[in-house]
């Protein structure tokens, strides 16, 4: 029935031999997604973890100068970041591929969310958690490292996973600067061949499989940390 | 021996401590009694540094914790950091990290601040747990024990570090009324048998009168009177004692 609905808003009919024939360069497209996620997640928690830190630490103008990176950043579109760093990087002499260019601007977008969700953990720990570490003479790495943190991801672990989820699907819009994931590779099939509704419902059908599969896994990951508590 | 010369403290127009003078001899056990909110806790607190004085001078063993001008601010020194190791704190709320055993709670500070090795560590950790009562227990994580557990296992932690100075921010308010008795009865051992210098905030007062060599009445952020036990718990000179001990003792 959908499939009816956009042949008559687009013109077109669902070809299920064009569409079967698309499906090896689309995996291709998923798996580069994929790809894009994990290496922007890596940055996007090892940067918000530092920035979450070094917030916390409040060493004055440094700490503030990430809360208004955290502020930039979130109140600041997805593309319009890919934007500036795709044309205006190599004009300061950055020249990056569009794919590395697409990975960081992902991964800096997303640090400032972890940041907050790592913030949000940290709060969670009592008190008395950084008072027992500074009656026992604990140096401030090991507080963080073995005390603060352990309790703080536990609880922060699930909300941080649906934010690789969310990635996941951001990174679509990485293809307006002319990353070949899967989103680009519908545009690029969508150009050569006039026909969108076979690749966009393929893609659409793989973004959301992924996605139900990784939710899945988010809530049994969930549990889990409750349950083990 | 701890000194406090001048000390104040106060949150807005709430003056915890009004140029507090207060000395501990070396293995002095004082029991810090008084009204909630009379400033007690916050004596314990200076001097653990989780709490900056406003103006005042607070020495440890010689070595300055806190030196504080009128109008200045508190720093952490290297010298307060160095005293500070001297001082061990039992929490009211146990404080006990929850993502690790008995065991890991009492070893972590010892590994990691006075550098001795695992095995050194492991088997000082194991004789601490033992003291308490708690070698069945030396690989359960917190939320396994009972309040009763936890606490000792939290005195076993600030044991660890060997401190010379050892203070109780009332030990036993957290828990349910038949644990409270084998918490102190661990405390009364270190009381008799050890020549830690012992600072304690407590409601309990027949432990109080039992362990103490010195009892501090405290309100409103000064020194109501302070004495022997036998003296404080039955000839107070003061109508504020009198009174506070009536409200306590006779409920």
Sequence with gaps: MMGSTLAAAGGQTWDSAFAKSLIPTMLEGLWTTIQITLAGMAIA??????????????????????GFYVQFVRGTPLLIQAYFAYILLPDYGLTLSPLVTGIIVLGINYSAYTAEVYRAGVEDVPVGQWEAATALSLPIQRTWGRIVLPQALRSVTPVLGN?????????????????????GHVDTIGSDT??????VTIAAALYLIVSLISSQFVRLLERRLVLSR | MISFRGVS????????????????????????????G??????????????TPDEGL?????????????????KETKEMKATRRNVGMVFQSFNLFPHMTALENVMEAPVKVLKLDKQEAHQRAVELLGMVGLSDHLNHKPGRLSGGQQQRVAIARAMAMRPTV??????????????????????????????????????????????????VMFDKGVVVEKGPPAQIFKSPEHERTRKFLRAVLDY
């Design chain 1, 45 to 66: 928690l090892v940067v918000g973890l530092v920035v979450a830190i070094i917030r916390r630490s409040k060493i004055p103008v440094i700490s503030q100068l990430f």
């Design chain 2, 166 to 215: 050892m203070l109780f921010d009332e030990p036993t308010s957290a828990l349910d009324p038949e644990l409270i008795g084998e918490v102190l009865e661990v405390i009364r051992e270190l009381a008799t048998g050890t020549d830690m210098t012992m600072l304690m905030v407590t409601h309990e007062m027949r432990f109080a009168e039992e362990i103490s060599d010195r009892v």
């Design chain 2, 58 to 74: 607070v020495v440890v063993n010689g070595g300055t914790l806190w030196d504080v001008k009128k109008g200045g601010h508190a």
């Design chain 2, 38 to 51: 009379s400033g007690k806790t916050t004596i314990l607190r200076i001097l653990m540094t989780l709490e």
């Design chain 2, 9 to 36: 403290k106060s949150w807005g127009d709430n003056h915890v401590l009004r140029s507090l003078d207060f000395e501990v001899a070396p293995g002095e056990k004082v029991c810090i009694i008084g009204p909630s």
């Design chain 1, 194 to 199: 006039y026909r969108y509704l076979e690749p």
């Design chain 1, 163 to 183: 934010y690789l989820i969310q990635m996941f699907k951001d990174s679509a819009v990485l293809f307006a600067i002319s990353v070949y994931e899967l989103m």
